[in-house]
Antibody, heavy 127, light 108 residues
């Protein structure tokens, strides 16, 4: 079955970096873009960026540009999200989520939504 | 940046009742709107994409409608497992996939 399994919880000090992994299985890893979304405690969802596992290209939300790096390892079907210069406001659950693409008349279109989600990784930033 | 507003913030209903959730965009997003359900301690689940298309495996009691700036998610008859938080999300304003603040559907 299609599955995204994320790495375990992290506790970091302000100013440090964190790297979260997301291992995909049950589908062709390079055929689907991957989003990263975070959720602060008791808050809503915030989109961070998207990675194309095929070529490695990325697009980041403006808020995170300069602090976030998304990468992938095709040999292990794993994507990574690294966030640097952590501050207390980065305390959140971080999710990877597969992009839903639709093929119509032989043409594939993207960004319809996020149809498969990882279980989430809690990142706590505290001194 | 396109801002999504959801109303009401909380909807208190009983099982079997009809739920109507609203999502309004600050400018037109055409039909590029999705809905998600999130239960406590769980990841979100995609319900609807492109305003009115049910995602794979989503029961028929969930339906979406709207275009432009005004959208509605309807749950025709609430089941016990439907009590959750619902988010809308737009994909019109690339590269930004903004979410609304959510509507909590709780048991009356």
């Amino acid at each position: 079955q299609v599955q995204l399994v994320q790495s375990g919880a992290e506790v970091k000090k302000p100013g440090a970096s964190v790297k979260v992994s997301c291992k995909a299985s049950g589908y062709t890893f390079t055929s689907y873009f991957m989003h990263w979304v975070r959720q602060a405690p008791g808050q809503g969802l915030e989109w961070m960026g998207i990675l194309n596992p095929s070529g490695g290209s990325t697009t980041y939300a403006q808020k995170f540009q300069g602090r976030v790096t998304m990468t992938r390892d095709t040999s292990t079907s794993t994507v990574y999200m690294e966030l640097s210069s952590l501050r207390s406001e980065d305390t959140a659950v971080y999710y990877c989520a597969r992009d839903l693409s639709i093929t119509v008349a032989g043409i594939r279109d993207y960004y319809y939504g996020m149809d498969v989600w990882g279980q989430g990784t809690t990142v706590t930033v505290s001194s | 940046e396109i801002v999504l507003t959801q109303s009401p913030a909380t909807l208190s209903l009983s099982p079997g009742e009809r739920a109507t959730l609203s999502c309004r965009a600050s400018q037109s997003v055409s039909s590029y709107l999705a809905w998600y359900q999130q239960k406590p301690g769980q990841a979100p689940r995609l319900l609807i994409y492109d305003a009115s298309n049910r995602a794979t495996g989503i029961p028929a009691r969930f339906s979406g409608s709207g275009s432009g700036t005004d959208f509605t998610l309807t749950i025709s008859s609430l089941e016990p497992e439907d009590f959750a938080v619902y988010y809308c999300q737009q994909r019109s304003n690339w590269p930004s996939f903004t979410f609304g603040p959510g509507t909590k559907v709780d048991i009356k």
